[in-house]
C-alpha cells in the first residue's frame, strides 16, 4: 500500500519527466492534467516540492522552556 509520501514522490517524478520531454500534459492514475506553460508546470513542482518536504519533516518538535526560581518573592 502506498503511503501519501510514496504518491507524492510518484507524481513529481512523472511530472519531473513529462517537463524534460516538453510534453504538457501528464497523467496521475485516473487523472489527466494539461499544463498551459513551462512556468505552470514549474509551480506545480513546487507545491509538490513543499508537500514532500512537509511529510518529511514529521511533527514539529514541542519545545519546553524550564522556569526556575529559587523559592524568593
Known amino acids: ?4 509520501l ?6 513529481r517524478a512523472e511530472l519531473v519527466k513529462a517537463r524534460a520531454a ?4 501528464v497523467r496521475f492514475g485516473e487523472d489527466e492534467v494539461q499544463y498551459k506553460s513551462d512556468a ?3 509551480a506545480a513542482l513546487a507545491s509538490l516540492d513543499a508537500q514532500i518536504a512537509e511529510l518529511e519533516r514529521g511533527r ?5 522552556y524550564p522556569r526556575t526560581s529559587k ?3
Do not use: F, Q, S, W
Open 1 to 4: 500500500m502506498a503511503t501519501a
Open 6 to 11: 510514496d504518491e507524492l514522490r510518484a507524481a
Open 22 to 25: 516538453g510534453i504538457k500534459y
Open 40 to 42: 505552470e508546470m514549474a
Open 60 to 64: 514539529a518538535p514541542r519545545v519546553i
Open 71 to 73: 523559592g524568593l518573592n
